[in-house]
Protein backbone atom coordinates (compact mmCIF):
# COMPACT_ATOMS: atom_id res chain seq x y z
CA UNK A 1 0.00 0.00 0.00
CA UNK A 2 1.10 3.51 -0.49
CA UNK A 3 1.61 6.28 1.95
CA UNK A 4 2.05 9.71 1.75
CA UNK A 5 4.82 10.95 4.44
CA UNK A 6 3.69 14.93 5.42
CA UNK A 7 7.28 17.01 6.44
CA UNK A 8 5.49 19.39 8.56
CA UNK A 9 8.18 22.42 10.63
CA UNK A 10 8.43 25.89 11.71
CA UNK A 11 9.29 27.53 8.67
CA UNK A 12 10.78 30.82 10.97
CA UNK A 13 12.82 28.18 12.65
CA UNK A 14 14.35 26.65 10.02
CA UNK A 15 15.56 29.82 8.55
CA UNK A 16 17.22 30.47 11.78
CA UNK A 17 19.48 27.68 11.21
CA UNK A 18 23.16 28.73 10.68
CA UNK A 19 24.52 27.39 7.36
CA UNK A 20 26.75 24.42 8.95
CA UNK A 21 23.42 22.57 10.92
CA UNK A 22 21.41 23.22 7.39
CA UNK A 23 24.08 21.58 5.78
CA UNK A 24 24.31 18.83 8.57
CA UNK A 25 20.70 18.61 8.17
CA UNK A 26 20.39 18.41 4.17
CA UNK A 27 22.77 15.64 4.22
CA UNK A 28 20.17 13.70 6.90
CA UNK A 29 17.87 13.65 4.55
CA UNK A 30 20.30 12.60 1.64
CA UNK A 31 20.92 9.55 4.02
CA UNK A 32 17.34 8.89 4.22
CA UNK A 33 16.10 9.10 0.75
CA UNK A 34 19.10 7.18 -0.08
CA UNK A 35 18.39 3.99 2.38
CA UNK A 36 14.75 4.18 1.27
CA UNK A 37 15.10 4.35 -2.43
CA UNK A 38 17.65 1.31 -1.65
CA UNK A 39 14.87 -0.53 0.58
CA UNK A 40 12.31 -0.01 -2.19
CA UNK A 41 10.35 1.96 -0.06
CA UNK A 42 10.55 5.00 -1.94
CA UNK A 43 8.13 5.53 -4.63
CA UNK A 44 8.25 9.85 -4.85
CA UNK A 45 9.16 12.65 -2.45
CA UNK A 46 10.74 16.08 -2.42
CA UNK A 47 11.06 19.37 -0.30
CA UNK A 48 8.70 22.13 -1.16
CA UNK A 49 9.80 26.27 -1.12
CA UNK A 50 8.54 28.25 1.47
CA UNK A 51 5.01 29.23 2.67
CA UNK A 52 5.87 32.53 0.63
CA UNK A 53 6.00 31.23 -2.61
CA UNK A 54 2.52 29.36 -2.40
CA UNK A 55 -1.03 30.34 -4.25
CA UNK A 56 -4.18 29.07 -2.54
CA UNK A 57 -7.14 28.27 -4.76
CA UNK A 58 -10.58 28.48 -4.45
CA UNK A 59 -13.86 28.43 -6.94
CA UNK A 60 -16.62 29.86 -5.62
CA UNK A 61 -19.47 30.92 -7.74
CA UNK A 62 -17.48 29.81 -10.91
CA UNK A 63 -14.98 32.34 -10.39
CA UNK A 64 -11.55 31.04 -9.60
CA UNK A 65 -10.15 33.16 -6.65
CA UNK A 66 -6.74 33.08 -5.86
CA UNK A 67 -4.83 34.17 -2.77
CA UNK A 68 -0.95 34.49 -2.18
CA UNK A 69 0.22 32.07 0.71
CA UNK A 70 -1.06 29.36 2.40
CA UNK A 71 -4.66 28.18 3.06
CA UNK A 72 -4.18 28.86 7.09
CA UNK A 73 -1.58 30.83 9.54
CA UNK A 74 -0.52 27.49 11.55
CA UNK A 75 2.73 26.89 13.56
CA UNK A 76 3.89 24.02 11.80
CA UNK A 77 4.11 24.23 7.45
CA UNK A 78 4.21 21.76 5.35
CA UNK A 79 8.07 21.45 3.89
CA UNK A 80 8.11 18.07 2.11
CA UNK A 81 6.83 15.12 1.60
CA UNK A 82 7.53 10.92 0.66
CA UNK A 83 5.66 8.56 -1.16
CA UNK A 84 6.58 5.58 0.42
CA UNK A 85 5.17 1.23 -0.55
CA UNK A 86 4.82 0.28 2.66
CA UNK A 87 3.13 -3.20 4.01
CA UNK A 88 0.90 -1.47 6.28
CA UNK A 89 0.40 1.29 8.94
CA UNK A 90 2.96 0.68 11.00
CA UNK A 91 5.59 0.20 8.53
CA UNK A 92 4.64 3.67 7.29
CA UNK A 93 4.59 5.11 10.49
CA UNK A 94 8.24 3.28 11.27
CA UNK A 95 9.63 4.92 7.95
CA UNK A 96 8.00 8.15 8.65
CA UNK A 97 9.88 8.48 12.43
CA UNK A 98 13.20 7.60 10.42
CA UNK A 99 12.80 10.93 8.53
CA UNK A 100 15.10 13.75 10.35
CA UNK A 101 11.96 16.23 10.50
CA UNK A 102 10.15 14.30 12.71
CA UNK A 103 12.92 15.40 15.90
CA UNK A 104 11.83 18.93 15.93
CA UNK A 105 8.38 18.75 13.49
CA UNK A 106 5.82 16.36 12.69
CA UNK A 107 5.14 14.10 10.19
CA UNK A 108 1.60 13.16 9.31
CA UNK A 109 1.13 9.58 7.41
CA UNK A 110 -1.78 8.86 4.83
CA UNK A 111 -2.95 5.89 3.32
CA UNK A 112 -3.05 6.98 -1.03
CA UNK A 113 -6.72 6.14 -2.02
CA UNK A 114 -6.82 3.59 -4.50
CA UNK A 115 -9.44 4.23 -6.93
CA UNK A 116 -11.00 0.85 -9.22
Known amino acids: MQYLLLIYRNEAELSKMDPVDRQKLSAEYGTYTQSIIQSGHFKAGDGLQPTTTA ?3 RVRDGKTLTTDGPFAETREQLGGYYLVEAKD ?3 AVA ?3 RIPGARDGSIEVRPVMIYK
Open 95 to 97: LAA
Open 89 to 91: LDA
Open 55 to 57: TTV
